[in-house]
C-alpha cells in the first residue's frame, strides 16, 4: 500500500464544523480552552497558507450562539453557512461551499467528534474526496467517545493529524521565508514548550 503523498496548500481545503460555544460546553474530551486554542490555531495556518476555509454552523440562534469570537476575529471575511442537518454534507449550501473551493483533500475539525465531525467526513470519503481530520481541534462529549468516534473515521480511510502537524506539513521548510512569520507567530502562541523554544531560540540569536 503506498503511502499517500505529503499536503500542500494548494491541493487541500479547511472545513470548520460548529466550533460554537454551546457545543463547546459539552465537550469533555480535553481541556476546553486548549480545544478552542487549537481551532484558532489551525484556522490560523489556513490565512497564513492561503487555503481555502468553509465555517458551518447550526442552532446558531436556539442553541449553540455564533462562531466563537476568537475564530471570527482570525476568519472576518468567512461567512458561516447555517444549516439544520447534524450532516454538513447533507446540506446542499454547505456541501456546494465545499465542492466550490475546488480542492479533494479536506482538513476538517470541529464539535461534536461523534456526530457533526464523524457524519460529513463519512459521506466525503464515500464521494471521493480525501479527509484529514484534525483530532486536537475536535471535542467529544467524553475522552471515550471522542477515541472511538476517530476509530471509526480512521477505520473508513481517513487519516488522522494535529494542528501542529497540518502546520508543519504546509511549512515543510523554516528557510520559506514567506510564511516564516506567520508560521512561528501561530507556533509561538499555540505551541506550547514548542513555541517557547522559538522565542528562546530568536532571543539566543538575536537578542532584544
Known sequence: ????????????????????????FAAGSQDRQVLRGNAVALARTAVAFGIPVVVSTSASKVYSGPLMPPLRAVLPDVVPIERRNMNLWEDDAARAAVQA??????????????????FPVLSALNDGYRVHVVADACGGLTVASHEAALRRLEQAGAVLTSWLQFLLEMQRDWTRHETYEAARGIVVDHGGGYGIGLDYARDTIKPA
Do not use: N
Not at 500542500?8 to 463547546?24: F, I, S
Not at 473551493?101 to 464523524?118: D, I, S, Y
Open 1 to 24: 500500500m503506498s503511502t499517500p503523498p505529503l499536503l500542500t496548500p494548494d491541493d487541500c481545503a479547511v472545513v470548520l464544523v460548529d466550533e460554537q460555544a454551546g457545543l463547546a
Open 101 to 118: 473551493t475546488g480542492r479533494k483533500t479536506l482538513v476538517v475539525a470541529g464539535l461534536l467528534t461523534e456526530a457533526c465531525v464523524t
